[in-house]
């Protein structure tokens, strides 16, 4: 079966609800960040999958923009103590990290399959 019996899917759709980038109903990942070997609907051979570092890349620096901003303005407007900032940072860090991982993870690799379609092609 080729791509061609499967209509277009958004590599943004796909990638927020973690589905398979090939037909956008399967499943993406078999466990929190491990990508299934093959679409549970279509069969896609989702082995040849290389996400690379990039997702820990964007997640770092989107979560570090937001946080210093956040912890900055709170030292600036209320000054307080360090175990404040060690409370209310390193927990929306760490959640944070683990909210947006999967969902980087899944859009790179929905983008690599639509830009990159003959790696997945090739036998």
Known sequence: MTDDWYPPVSPLAAG????CPRCGRGRLFKGFLA???AC???GLDLAKHDSG???AVFVILILG????GLALWVE???EPPFWVHAALWVPLIV???LLM???FKATLIALQYKHRREDYDAG
């Open 95 to 97: 959640i944070g990290a």
């Open 16 to 19: 927020l609800g973690c589905k």
């Open 101 to 103: 991982l999967r969902r």
């Open 40 to 42: 549970e609907a279509c």
């Open 76 to 78: 600036l407007r209320y």
């Open 53 to 55: 570092d990039g997702p």
């Open 65 to 68: 923009f937001v946080v210093v």
């Open 35 to 37: 990508v299934a070997p």
